[in-house]
């Protein structure tokens, strides 16, 4: 059996709800609490730039409360820096970001903007967060991933679940051989090898079963599954899921 596959359960969409009327209910750090309890291994949110789900506040609590590591999702701004640095999560995951898309639709362009996040990620770097960078299956973004000392690269799964979500299933299979291939080839450089986006009960498996891929970070599905079952339930199937895959 190879190691351990950690979860990383994203509570974005616990403030999604509760945004929608204002107040505190339902609050995400109860789900973050219970996420833990149900055999998450980390928590993730995403401080988007236009404060649409998670809060500043939530971050902070976050902080105070959590047992197991906060993955904090960012993008590339000054402004999301600061607040890295003020808290200093265990990682910090730059992601891309438009204010116009419904969620994080596409990988980050690392290639092309390379000097710049470099220099970005250093003082995270420095101040002890481990610094993953959200990218497309794509040979080019993994090599200056790692030229800008990225520790870890996350894999965006989205065109794979979508392949799958639309029965195109020539294409889910041509993803996920990216996904493998590009896992494989991630983990040779050094790189720690994380995937998510999309993931459902249905997809989660052939990507759990990359021995290379050490993390899995699944938001949306969980929450929405946890409304017919409960968040428990919801996240121990997808526990015994990847444990499965892995074994
Ligand atoms: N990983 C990253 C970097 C993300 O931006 C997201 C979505 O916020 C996820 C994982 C989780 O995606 P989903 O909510 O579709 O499971």
């Known amino acids: 059996m190879s190691e351990k596959l950690r979860l990383g359960v994203n509570i974005d969409h616990v403030a999604t709800v509760r945004n929608a009327r204002g107040g505190a209910y339902p609050d995400p750090l109860r789900a973050a609490k219970l996420a833990e309890e149900a055999g998450a291994d980390g928590i993730t949110a995403h401080l988007r730039e236009d404060r649409r789900h998670i809060s500043d506040a939530d971050i902070e609590r976050l902080m105070d409360v959590l047992s197991v590591p906060l993955n904090f999702e960012m993008a590339a701004t000054d402004e999301m820096q600061a607040i890295a640095l003020l808290h200093k ?18 990988g980050l362009e690392v290639a092309r903007e390379e000097n710049k996040l470099a220099h970005f990620i250093a003082p995270l770097r420095d101040a002890g967060c481990r610094v993953s960078i959200f990218i497309a299956a794509d040979r080019r973004q993994i090599e200056a991933a790692h030229r800008i000392g990225a520790q870890v690269i996350e894999l965006h799964t989205g065109a794979y679940c979508d392949a799958h979500v639309e029965e195109r299933f020539e294409d889910r299979d041509a993803e996920l051989e990216s996904l493998r291939e590009m896992s494989a080839f991630a983990a040779s450089l050094g790189l720690e090898v994380h995937a998510g986006h999309g993931l459902t009960y249905d997809t989660t498996g052939p990507v759990a079963a990359f021995p290379e891929v050490r993390e899995l970070n699944i938001g949306h599905f ?20 990847m444990d499965a895959a892995r074994a």
């Open 89 to 106: 999560p265990h990682a910090v995951c730059i992601v891309p970001e438009k204010r116009e898309e419904r969620t994080t639709e596409g």
């Open 222 to 241: 969980l929450i929405g599954e946890a409304i017919f079952r409960g968040l428990r339930p919801a996240i121990e199937e997808m526990r015994g899921i």
